[in-house]
């Protein structure tokens, strides 16, 4: 994690107003309200903002297949050196299909071995939007020749939501939810 402590701690139960308590009763429904929406509540109308986009990316309406799509967020997350995310995302990409090995090589990138040619395009693609926010040619061809035009532009979508994301957290100081534990990889970021 890049900071000691929170920038914009993540509000208590207590803190909230009841605009807050409102935004985060879904979650705290399920039995859990994580770090980032604490955090975020402190501006409830952003956060009704944020979550609506969030939620699509993360949805079944996202054309994305979720193996794929945790891939691509879990790339993001490294090379934003976001703890949070990555932290979150493991666990979500171990659930939506990818294996331990699979999640230890997302670190290295498309040149590590062993990953299809489709994983391979997507990180790929995931490396061209973090360093150029652009998609080459030859990337975007080989993309098209396994994806749909809607694949294509759920990845890009994807890619820049977690962006996003992994702003907010590093530079609000989002601290892991109680029980997690930080990478040995991103400790120091």
């Not at 995310?85 to 659930?95: D, N, P």
Request: glycine share 6%.
């Amino acid at each position: 994690m890049r900071l000691a402590a929170p920038r914009i701690p993540p509000l208590a139960d207590a803190e909230m107003d009841a605009d807050q308590k409102e935004l985060v009763a879904p979650m705290a429904a399920t039995g859990r309200v994580l770090n980032i929406f604490r955090t975020l509540a402190r501006a409830p109308k952003a956060a009704r903002a944020f979550l609506a986009w969030g939620n699509y990316v993360l949805s079944r309406r996202n054309d994305l297949p979720p193996r794929q799509r945790e891939l691509v967020i879990l790339r993001v997350g490294f090379l934003c050196k976001s703890g949070y995310e990555w932290t979150q995302h493991v666990e979500i990409g171990l659930r939506d299909g990818l294996t331990p090995p699979e999640i230890a090589r997302i670190k290295s990138g498309a040149s590590a071995p062993d990953w299809s040619q489709d994983d391979r395009l997507l990180l790929q693609a995931a490396d061209e939007l973090h360093h150029d926010k652009f998609i080459s040619d030859a990337t975007w061809a080989g993309l098209r020749g396994s994806f749909t035009e809607k694949q294509c532009m759920d990845l890009v979508f994807t890619v820049g939501q977690y962006t996003q994301v992994s702003m907010i957290l590093n530079t609000f100081g989002v601290p892991l939810d109680p029980g997690q534990v930080l990478d040995p990889d991103l400790k120091g970021y």
